[in-house]
């Protein structure tokens, strides 16, 4: 059975421990050193006071998770924000990061959010540290490269180019409200 439920501190070891494999084994991610339980907890913290922070569980067990931050830091973009989403090695390409992806956009489009962006990895060559697959992923759900930053990334003593990808959700009114806090996650918790 796959569920998708709002993240928790206590599950911060499992999360760091999906991370953790791709600091050290791919170019996904930029960061060279996987940060300690301690700061990432920190991280998750920041996060859950304004976005959803989802896990998906297969039977019990966290393969993955993705959340929503912030897009810039000011005052003008509070209508728009980046998402991640990490699953563990072993189950990619299983349609988890899909569910996850999609209950987060609509936790988001609810908040009030109208862009979506991901910032993305991307090789001018494909290697044994990164491939197109996250720019493939993100592209199969309806977003569409809005950017490309050359040689801007340096892991593994190469070079890569880092995308900006774009999803529009909403409508872009003269007039908008507040974006609503983050709301109780029952309304979007799920069984697959």
Same mark, same amino acid.
């Given at each position: 059975?796959?569920?998708?439920?709002?993240? $928790?501190?206590?599950?911060? /070891?499992?999360?760091?421990? &999906?991370?953790?494999?791709?600091?050290?084994? *791919?170019?996904?991610?930029?960061?060279?050193? *996987?940060?300690?339980?301690?700061?990432?907890?920190?991280?998750?913290?920041?996060?859950?006071?304004?976005?959803?922070?989802?896990?998906? @569980?297969?039977? +019990?067990?966290?393969?993955?998770?993705?959340? !929503?931050? $912030?897009? &810039?830091?000011? !005052?003008?973009?509070?209508?728009?924000?980046?998402?991640? $989403?990490?699953?563990?090695?072993?189950?990619?390409?299983?349609?988890?990061?899909?569910?996850?992806?999609? *209950? #987060?956009? /609509?936790?988001?489009?609810?908040?009030? &959010? @109208?862009? #979506?962006?991901?910032?993305?990895?991307?090789?001018?060559?494909?290697? /044994? =540290?990164?491939?197109?697959?996250?720019?493939?992923?993100? !592209?199969? @759900?309806?977003? $569409?490269?809005?950017?490309?930053?050359?040689?801007? +990334?340096?892991?593994?003593?190469?070079? =890569?180019?880092?995308?900006?990808?774009?999803?529009?959700?909403?409508?872009?009114?003269?007039?908008?409200?507040?974006?609503?806090?983050?709301?109780?996650? /029952?309304?979007?918790?799920?069984?697959?």
């Amino acid at each position: 059975m796959i569920v998708v439920r709002n993240a $928790v501190i206590e599950d911060a /070891e499992r999360i760091l421990e &999906i991370y953790d494999y791709y600091v050290k084994n *791919t170019a996904i991610t930029f960061e060279y050193i *996987t940060p300690s339980l301690d700061e990432f907890k920190e991280r998750m913290e920041k996060t859950m006071q304004r976005y959803p922070y989802l896990v998906i @569980l297969r039977d +019990g067990y966290i393969e993955g998770y993705a959340y !929503a931050g $912030v897009f &810039i830091g000011r !005052a003008a973009y509070d209508w728009s924000c980046e998402m991640t $989403v990490y699953l563990d090695h072993n189950v990619q390409k299983c349609g988890m990061g899909r569910i996850l992806y999609e *209950t #987060l956009e /609509e936790m988001l489009h609810d908040m009030g &959010i @109208l862009n #979506l962006y991901a910032c993305i990895g991307y090789p001018e060559n494909e290697d /044994e =540290y990164l491939t197109t697959n996250s720019a493939d992923f993100h !592209a199969h @759900l309806g977003f $569409v490269k809005v950017g490309e930053f050359h040689k801007c +990334g340096y892991k593994f003593n190469r070079w =890569y180019n880092m995308i900006w990808m774009e999803k529009i959700v909403g409508e872009h009114k003269a007039e908008l409200s507040p974006i609503r806090s983050c709301f109780s996650f /029952e309304k979007f918790c799920c069984n697959h």
